[in-house]
């Protein structure tokens, strides 16, 4: 049986943006086309006073989140509070034990936390669904978890925080600096007011985690996943990868590595034909790739009031479907410990080198000296004019070479003080 | 209560390319993330003996795919006979009579007889599943129907069909004719020996209705939809259209329109930097766009045995989720004849207009006289040279006009016979 028709009770936790365009959402179900009705009951939030746009007067408030989890007359909770750990974790929690249906925007204690709480809800056999928690309206969660259950996935990357593709793609167009475009970024409300966890690629991390878990039926274990942000790169990078005919983005991606599963978010540079160059501003794009159907490009908004809210209405309208599955697919306890942090010293591959030469005269020929002793070769490079700084920008793109080997010789570059700063090492990616 | 971990019997009618891509991924059920397990039982084809690649002489073997349907030891068919009537039609109803689900990849039946099929399937409590049979391995049928139940769709549009979408690419990268192409195309297996369901816009009409349907709650009316193909299109045309940064594509669309839906297929010259212009070769691409998400765009493998089998597949998981729901997302009671064939004299647009003049003294300047005395303004116009046929190839871009404006024109021009062939009259689309 389903449960078309009927109406399902919700608790909303958390009224930020996403809470307020979901409430203002839910207003609009008469155009929407949900299998049933929904009815919010109550909400909890940290300031009740706040102008939401929404009048909220009419539900029950709770200044507890975890006391709106626990009240009888509610069927579903739906979790926006965030963070991995304190109040979201207890009113999730509370929630699932009490057999409740849970939607959450969470991607922090699902990649955290999720083992723990997909066990929980299986065996209360509940809901937890996350569809908002990667990729906003992209609906790529239930596309890896279910449409596409039927692919031997064998990569899933993408760009998967717009805060830091707002932040590169405006760095290309303006040529301004990480942190005027970030303050601007800031201004706009593409970036919070703390923007460690996007532009550290942490956020982009949880995300790719979760996505990795599902697609190869894999314990989702952060502690795994390598992450480098974007708080290093500079608009001469950008500006001299472009010349190069490469963008600079933040990549995520999960592939199957040596019967492991290899997840890591970095800086990488992807040449302008790319499908993932031309994904600009605050889109996100993620792309499947597997037997027998090669690769799928999923591209929408990543973030924002209306397409997370959007994305949590397909969880609620799911819930009208039928019983809860497996919230990571597969039942927890059949997930396995695939998902390992290799070994970073074998890694082969092109890479990319940015930096500013130290103003003194050979460093030039001493930096690629290094290069060459350590057996980097270089494919291209570039020097601009120093201008008034006397620090020269370069950037060098190396053939095939292993990293150790640059990092190598950027360990002796430093050692020898050939450089005004500390070089950026960025992989290329060569797959097209 | 799902049925995880359960056994499907499945009863395949139909080992073509695509029975047979199925079979052998069943084959490889081990490495997929089915929440339970698929035994063929039987199958049907109309020849026992072609060599497959896949072994079926293990399985019950049916002439009469309907005997199939009727056979007590399965509970799921797979309709892959193809076809609007005749048996596939037959198969499906009495499948779902005996309250068996139907997987299918047939978009000719449910385009043409949705909304019976459904009925059926809904009184029956049968599941009717057609993911295979719109974009091929990309999930856009489950997308519109499930997860994006939340938006409030106003247009659906995109690229899906990969034999046009193949021609026209080829006809661009070569200069080679229609005809030329069309060959190269049935020899690599992109085109059907009997290409004229393809090269019509027939099929595109197919796809384009049922996520017209899903997406807007309407009746699917395949008598509605405006359908023109790309068989009239000339190397020339796609060449000069190149010239002013167009890309011929044939774009398929239903979009909401003065209260109701409006279907069409048609050649349509997108710039270079819409999201179609890039959708290359036998890819497909779908948009879905509306409120509160903006637009989200899908990409991948429209058809072959590999993605239409894991479509399949994807179907075939959802078995197990529970309960069948209705095939078109609303009850099929629930639909509205929305879907409306508007009056094609109101359209207003740019156009292109491709031809060849007639060779003879002055006819450039009468054309372009009849142009502007139907109060058609011209863009932008390229003459070339007429070569050794002496007819000279044009191409002129309007301004932004009605479209029976350019059709009055082009009477006139016929009548006058000012032109050596009948010109191509194309929309322009100036949506980003």
Redesign the interface.
Known sequence: ??S?GKTLRLGVAGLGTVGG?LLK?IE?QA?????GKLEVVAVSARNKTRNRGVDISKFKWFDDPVELALSPDIDVVVELVGGSDGPAKRTVEAALRSGKAVVSANKALIAEHGMEIAALAEKHEAHLLF?AAVAG???IV??VK???????VSRVSGILNGTCNYILSEMLRTGAAYETVLAEAQRLGYAESDPFLDVSGGDAAHKVLILAAIAF?AQPDFAQVQVEGIDRIEAIDIALANKFDYRIKLVAEAFRANGSVRCRVAPVLVKSDH?LA?VNGALNAVMVEG???????????GAG???T??????D???LF??????PL??PSRNLAPLITAADGTTDQGSFFIGARLADKPGTFAALTEQLGDAGVSIDKLIQESAGDSGAAPIAILTHPCPRSAVETALARVAELKLTADTPRLLRIETRA
Chains 1, 2 share one sequence.
């Open positions: 049986m389903t078309a365009g959402l609009r155009e929407l086309r949900l299998p569809e309206a992209i609906p239930r596309a279910n449409s596409l259950s039927g692919v031997i039926g499908p031309s037997e027998p159907v090669g690769r799928l490009t999923f591209t929408g908004p009031a209306g397409p809210a959007a994305a949590v209405m397909g609620l309208a799911r479907e039928g019983p809860a599955t497996p697919g597969k």
